[in-house]
């Protein structure tokens, strides 16, 4: 069982650390839902049975963590002001540093306007991103294809203006 978990977050990192980043403000938040999310998983794993994606299971139970762990910040802290929020991504090499610090400038920028949609509308358009489809967003979150497109369309235009607001093409 400990290879295939092992062999499973290998393979779907990328959801946990999306989810973990749109759920947090601070890095070491982060590292605390990223092992909670972990947690979660294995204690959940025995009754996965396959009748989903391994993907669509992950994100379930990341997001039920995130909003668990979420909701415990909410009555510790007072919430963090865009400029208070941070990550740094790592880079690889010194060759093109700093474009890699403007991309980099920019996906923090995202993430932080992301940061500031509603929950449910964070779950959304991180699934987006992963590049599920309609219906399997629907099955996750439980609404219908044609409504998971309206609400995409409007969390786009919600976050384009938040983009704006936050000078994203200046980076």
């Known amino acids: 069982m400990k290879k295939q978990f092992k062999k499973i977050v290998d ?3 990328g959801i946990l650390y999306k989810i973990g980043r ?3 403000t601070e890095e070491a938040d982060f590292k605390d839902l990223y092992q909670e999310m972990l947690i979660q998983m294995w204690k959940s794993l ?17 997001l039920n963590t995130a ?3 979420q909701k415990k910040l ?9 400029e208070n929020l941070g990550f ?14 403007k991309k980099e ?10 940061n500031l949609l509603k929950r449910d509308e964070r779950a959304i358009i991180l699934l987006s991103l992963e590049g599920k489809k309609y219906e399997e967003i629907g099955e996750i979150i ?3 294809t044609s409504h998971v497109g309206v609400k995409i369309k409007r969390i786009k235009d919600r976050l384009h203006k938040l983009l704006k607001e936050n000078n994203y093409g200046r980076i």
């Open 67 to 69: 909003l668990t762990h």
């Open 74 to 82: 909410k009555r510790n802290r007072k919430t963090s002001s865009i």
């Open 88 to 101: 740094k991504l790592v880079s690889e090499g010194s060759a093109g540093v700093e474009m890699m610090e």
């Open 46 to 62: 025995p009754n996965f049975k396959g009748d989903s994606k391994v993907s669509t299971w992950i994100f379930r139970v990341a």
């Open 142 to 144: 439980g609404l219908t």
């Open 11 to 13: 393979e779907h990192n």
């Open 105 to 114: 400038a920019k996906i923090e920028l995202l993430y932080k306007c992301i």
């Open 22 to 24: 749109s759920y947090t």
